[in-house]
């Protein structure tokens, strides 16, 4: 039995009936083909899923559709504006913050919440925000680095 | 002069991955598309008794379900190995049959033993609940020197005391004649723990069939998609090749776990073609920690014999290697031809002799995991140079140069002949370790750890000098070793009648960023700009057949087939440009996308050459139209990168927890295409050498059941536990290619481990601590510096 749910995902709302133990990462790759935001794990260890959802960090793999009913999302396809790429993502190409890209929009989002939080974070803030995200190619330095890199575009 | 060549030119690829645009196995849905969960053994070693598929198979939404015996009636044939490593008295490795899905027994907690296929992913699972199988539980053997005992249970009938293949290399009778002149052995017992991969994209797959044509198309989380369709076609299903495309798209991270044929692989083209659907499979994560083929996992004694003066004499390894429960596609490889032959090092040993015992247990296959070989050398190695250094009261550093092989450029000077087999390229080891020394300050480190200690903190350095085999080649050489496949690679350039370029390569970037350095190389060959360049690859139907991407070889080998490729493209054009100046091809000189008439300003742009030879109204009379050429490169050697690292930890003897202070590498790649790409090759490298040394472990329970089956009890390495690398080149080029490159995107794995447990035992040196076995945790080092206590 599908369960109607309303979201408004990158500012555009959707209506759809889901199935109650459908996750929310389901919901956004099958349902509304937004296959931008991954799956990695099973456990929600990776942060591969990560999304914003009412102005906040979450891994879809965590969440249910249903609990989603009502909320606003935002996924690393939301980003770019225009045309233009959010700095985020300009600061992971300039600093060259991925390798395979898997694990990246996960990153984008998480580092989207942090800098929302906290405009100029230290490295040491930097890498404890990311601590919930696996890389298994960057070494995570130049992670940093594009998160560097945006914290001070946006502050600018 | 150089455009694109050396610069740290931006990844081309970037924008779709940080835009989400990327396109994984997972992100493909096809019309009419089905999905298949694999039911896998929950027992490490166990009959199967019966299987009752009647109530899955009326379950809501699903299609089929599908057992071993299925496969085999429909005459599928098991997986088979790609290397043949044969027991030293000539008898032939053991090569059971590795089943698709288990039929009769089951080898290893995760093995397939059956299939449902159904509408949605949860209708399939939700029937995996209603299949009812009967196991009859057999006793398991996970630790390889367990299982070659008498009275181990067999993993195979037709494999006495489990081994596979015993191995040797080196001179014995010289070895030991050797350690009898020496003035000390110093000798070390060692664990090279198992690993998991873990690329963040879990494997998936795509078989799709069209009866209309007869072409069947496997989508796959893949490095190598020639290589599959061949194993396959040709020794798994018996299809036509030329009716079968393997496609791996963007490819989430493979470091060696994606080069294996796999039974999803086959699984979801069988499926596909039965049921006439395309049949979709995606890994959960618990599921890839039992399924993916596993790294590592050797059990060695090594002993160095020496003078007192801290000269090496001879080296004696004897390593059991755990391949798993079954011959994964390149696992005798791994712990035989790329591990005992790197064992000179850096180093002139005059004698080394090592022996490896290849071992089935009830455990996941073990194949290549990112360095592949190399890195367990390197540990054991690094590690009693080390040793030896601490037994003789010499600086690490000191003990290492007085060994190291002298310079030699591999033109003027000859390669350097090991006494295992190899020949090295080119190599200044000593430049590297210099180099890393004064970047890292080494010296006022060492001052400082002094310092410290005074204070009750316990700093260690640990050095690592490595040397790494990449490219394996050429095809003859590695096909007398034991290789059923050949090591070259090939490209296709082809120029549009604009002047645009494709070019189709057989190696294939999972991370690697290839469609930008290739490209990178293409816009400076042809002297037009990179935007102009497309890569292309990843795709049967359209580049030519390779070998894929594995060993840090798709630059020296795919790259200088590439090269070669685009001499002949120029080579072409070159004489259209002089039929089109009307001068002599020896008048014309090319540069920066033009051909010159010699001391004149008259000249012909590449892109009016290419439009020429599309469009051959005034063409050369007996030159045929068109401007493509396909070059297929077998390499003359491997190609031998090398450097040296520096890890600082302080270690609290309190909690035995390890912190990671600082991190030197300086790293010898040849000659570099993309400094921003290699120095990111660097550094994921070290963090997965770092992982595997303090904190990563495939545990099994000695009932073969996997204790760290998922993220939670696995440890994966994490942002907040790295400091920022510092990270410099020395430049020795490759002599034998094109590129003078010789591959960066395994240094990483193999200095980093032994470079941190070198560290570690150094910081522990004052409580008497000689060795803590990997991966070092705070209860290992606790327990370490406890343990030493009582003693002393």
Redesign the interface.
């Known amino acids: 039995m599908g369960v109607p749910i309303k979201v408004t995902v990158n500012g555009r709302q959707y209506e759809a009936e889901v199935?109650p133990?459908m996750l929310l990462v389901h919901f956004l790759?099958?349902v509304l083909?937004?296959?931008?935001?991954?799956?990695?794990?099973?456990?929600s260890?990776?942060g591969?899923c990560t999304v914003i959802l009412n102005g906040k960090a979450v891994k879809s793999c965590t969440l249910l559709a249903v609990q989603a009913d009502g909320a606003e999302i935002l996924?690393?396809?939301g980003?770019?504006q225009n045309g233009k790429?959010h700095p985020i993502?300009e600061g992971?190409?300039?600093e060259?913050g991925?390798?395979?890209?898997?694990?990246?929009?996960g990153m984008?989002m998480t580092a989207y919440d942090l800098l929302q939080r906290n405009p100029n974070p230290s490295?040491?803030e930097?890498?404890?925000a990311?601590?919930g995200?696996?890389?298994?190619?960057?070494?995570?330095?130049?992670?940093?680095k594009a998160v560097q890199y945006a914290a001070a575009k946006m502050s600018s | 002069m150089t455009t694109y060549v050396g610069k740290?030119v931006?990844?081309v690829?970037?924008?779709?991955?940080?835009?989400?645009?990327?396109?994984?196995v997972?992100?493909i849905?096809l019309p009419g598309m089905v999905y298949a969960y694999i039911v896998r053994s929950p027992y490490a070693h166990a009959k199967i008794v019966s299987i009752d598929t009647s109530q899955a198979s009326t379950a809501p939404g699903v299609i089929a379900v599908l057992t071993g015996k299925d496969l085999e009636a429909d005459g599928i044939g098991g997986l088979p190995c790609g290397w043949q490593v044969n027991f030293r008295d000539g008898t032939q490795m053991k090569e059971p049959r590795h089943p698709v899905i288990a039929v009769d027994k089951v080898r290893h907690v995760g093995e397939p033993v059956a299939v449902i296929i159904a509408e949605t992913r949860?209708q399939a699972k939700d029937a995996a609940e209603l299949l009812t199988i009967e196991y009859e539980e057999l006793p398991a053997v996970v630790d390889p020197q367990k299982a070659v005992e008498d009275g181990a249970p067999l993993v195979h009938d037709d494999a006495p005391r489990n081994l596979a293949f015993d191995w040797e290399i080196g001179d014995k009778a010289k070895t030991e004649a050797a350690f009898q002149e020496a003035d000390r052995i110093v000798e070390l017992e060692l664990e090279n723990q198992r690993l998991v991969p873990?690329?963040?994209?879990?494997r998936a797959a795509i078989g799709d069939y069209n009866p209309g044509t007869d072409h069947t198309t496997l989508y796959t989380t893949s490095q190598n998609p020639h290589l599959i369709r061949l194993l396959l076609c040709a020794f798994v299903m018996g299809l036509p090749e030329h009716k079968v495309r393997v496609v791996s798209p963007?490819?989430?991270?493979g470091?060696g776990s994606k080069i294996f044929h796999y039974n999803e692989e086959v699984i979801v083209t069988w499926a596909a073609r039965k049921l006439k659907r395309p049949v979709k499979w995606?890994a959960?994560?618990?599921e890839s920690f039992v399924s993916d083929r596993h790294g590592r996992d050797h059990r060695t004694k090594v002993q160095l014999a020496l003078k007192n003066d801290g000269t090496f004499l001879g080296l004696k390894v004897q390593t059991y290697a755990n391949l798993g429960a079954y011959l994964s596609t390149f696992a005798p490889a791994i712990p035989t031809y790329l591990y005992g032959t790197l064992l000179q090092g850096v180093y002139t040993t005059p004698a080394i002799y090592c022996e490896v015992y290849g071992v089935f247990t009830h455990t996941v296959p073990v194949d290549a995991y990112r360095g592949a070989g190399r890195p367990e050398a390197t540990y054991l190695l690094e590690r009693i140079v080390d040793l030896a250094a601490r037994e003789l009261n010499m600086d690490p550093a000191d003990i290492r140069k007085k060994n190291f092989i002298p310079p030699f450029d591999g033109i003027e000077q000859p390669g350097y002949q090991t006494q295992v087999a190899l020949q090295y390229d080119s190599g200044n080891y000593e430049a590297a370790l210099n180099r890393l020394l004064e970047m890292a300050n080494y010296s006022e480190w060492r001052r400082k750890q002094q310092e410290l200690r005074s204070q009750g903190r316990y700093i260690g350095l640990g050095l690592a000098a490595y040397i790494e085999a990449c490219g394996i080649a050429p095809s003859a050489v590695v096909g007398a070793l034991g290789a059923r496949a050949g090591l070259y690679d090939s490209a296709t350039v082809r120029v549009h009648p604009t002047g645009k370029v494709s070019v189709y390569v057989g190696v294939h970037a999972?991370?690697?960023?290839h469609e930008t350095t290739f490209a990178q190389i293409v816009a400076d060959k042809l002297g037009i700009a990179l935007e102009d360049v497309e890569i292309v690859h990843g795709d049967t139907a359209e580049i030519p057949f390779g070998m894929g991407t594995y060993g840090s070889r798709s630059l020296a080998v795919g790259g200088s087939a590439m090269v070669r490729a685009l001499d002949k493209i120029l080579e072409k054009a070159t004489k259209i440009a002089a039929h089109l100046l009307e001068a002599p091809e020896s008048d014309l000189e090319f540069r920066e996308g033009k051909w010159y008439v010699k001391g004149t300003e008259k000249s012909i742009s590449f892109p009016e050459v290419a439009l020429a030879a599309y469009v051959p109204h005034n063409y050369p009379p007996d030159l045929e139209p068109g401007l493509e050429a396909e070059s297929f490169y077998d390499p003359k050697n491997f190609t031998f990168p090398f450097g040296a690292h520096l890890a600082v930890v302080e270690v609290d003897p309190e909690t035995g927890e390890v912190k990671l202070l600082d991190y030197y590498a300086v790293d010898d790649f040849g000659n570099v295409v993309n400094p921003?790409?290699v120095?990111?090759?660097?550094?994921?490298?070290?963090?997965?050498g770092v992982g595997q040394a303090l904190y990563e472990e495939a545990r099994y329970d000695e009932n073969g059941q996997l204790l760290t089956g998922?993220?939670?009890e696995y440890a994966?390495p994490?942002?907040?536990e790295?400091p920022?690398?510092k990270v410099d080149h020395t430049v020795t080029p490759c002599p034998h290619n094109p590129l003078g490159a010789k591959g960066a995107g395994e240094t990483?794995t193999i200095a980093a481990t032994a470079a941190v447990a070198n560290a570690v035992a150094d910081a522990l040196q004052p409580f008497g601590v000689k060795h803590v076995p990997m991966p070092m945790t705070p209860q290992r080092v606790w327990t370490a510096i406890q343990a030493s206590q009582q003693v002393s």
């Not at chain 1, 937004?34 to 456990?43: F, K, M």
């Not at chain 2, 999972?510 to 960023?513: T, V």
């Open positions: 199935d133990r790759r099958d083909d937004l296959t931008g935001t991954h799956v990695g794990c099973d456990t260890s990776c591969a996924t690393v396809e980003l770019e790429l993502q992971f190409r300039e060259h991925l390798q395979c890209g898997f694990c990246t929009p984008i490295e040491a930097i890498r404890h990311l601590e995200n696996f890389c298994r190619c960057t070494g995570y330095q130049n992670i940093v | 740290p931006r990844r690829e970037d924008h779709r991955f940080i835009t989400g645009r990327g396109r994984y997972d992100d849905k949860e873990n690329a963040i994209e879990p963007d490819v989430g991270g470091f995606t959960e994560r618990s999972h991370g690697q960023g921003l790409v120095e990111g090759q660097v550094h994921g490298g070290i963090v997965q998922t993220f939670l994966m994490r942002a907040d790295f920022m690398f990483g």
